[in-house]
């Protein structure tokens, strides 16, 4: 069973603070996908990695590919009230129909 | 805003009922993913159809079922309904079947 690990599962920050999150597995994804999710509403997609070491930005969010493609990481920078939410990491596996595979969730609180 | 719209958002059923929670893909998407999300985890894949077709299934169990129409709108039916069935159900729509997922804003279901 293919398994997705995210940490931290709470992280409540100032206004400002720099903050990353992992997501963590032992099997190899083809693709890694980023989402936010917001309190009643479906998962908002941020980005999705494909190649192994990649990094991609959006405004003040990096994320990280491993090499392996096996973890990623999404880093915030000067983080905002309007960053709070759950970041949810999801893989897709090779020959896989397109069903991916979600982690837990990171639950985000950005404090003023 | 996704495109993609799902109802009821709330539902409330007793154990051993039947439910049928509906989903309105983007016109142009030939696959529609169901997932669920209970509370304090991520989502996890119950299946997909492509074409009216199933075309891949999670670990549920066969009183979890569904169906693609031809006007990009789908069922997902639940029997014999348990406790556990409580969740956030969420549809999500997409070009093709591995192709990227836009999430509805999901289905509160509470069984009592």
């Known amino acids: 069973t293919q398994l997705l690990e995210q940490s931290p599962q709470f992280l409540s920050i100032q206004e400002g603070e720099n903050l990353t999150v992992y997501c963590n597995s032992s099997s190899v994804f083809s693709s890694l996908q980023w989402y936010r999710q917001e309190p009643g509403e479906g998962p908002v997609l941020l980005v999705t990695?494909?190649?192994?070491?990649e990094v991609k930005k959006l405004k003040r969010l990096t994320f990280q590919f491993g090499d392996a493609r096996k973890d990623s990481s999404l880093h915030i920078t000067a983080a905002q009230p309007g960053d709070t939410g759950l970041y949810l990491c999801?893989?897709?596996?090779?020959?896989?129909?397109?069903?991916?595979?979600f982690g837990k969730g990171t639950k985000l609180s950005v404090k003023p | 805003e996704t495109g993609v719209t799902q109802s009821p958002t709330h539902l409330i059923k007793t154990r051993g009922q039947q439910v049928t929670l509906r989903c309105s893909s983007q016109?142009?998407?030939?696959?529609v993913s169901w997932y669920q999300q209970a509370l304090g985890q991520g989502p996890q894949f119950i299946f997909q159809y492509y074409r009216e077709e199933e075309n891949g299934r999670g670990n549920f169990p066969p009183r979890f079922s569904g169906l693609q129409f031809p006007n990009y709108s789908s069922e997902l039916n639940v029997n014999a309904l348990e406790l556990d069935d409580s969740a956030l159900y969420l549809c999500?729509?997409?070009?093709?079947?591995?192709?990227?997922?836009?999430f509805g804003p999901g289905t509160r279901l509470l069984v009592l």
């Open positions: 016109s142009g998407h030939n696959t």
């Open positions: 999801a893989g897709e596996s090779e020959g896989s129909q397109g069903n991916l595979i």
């Open positions: 990695v494909v190649t192994g070491g």
């Open positions: 999500a729509s997409s070009p093709g079947p591995q192709e990227t997922q836009y």
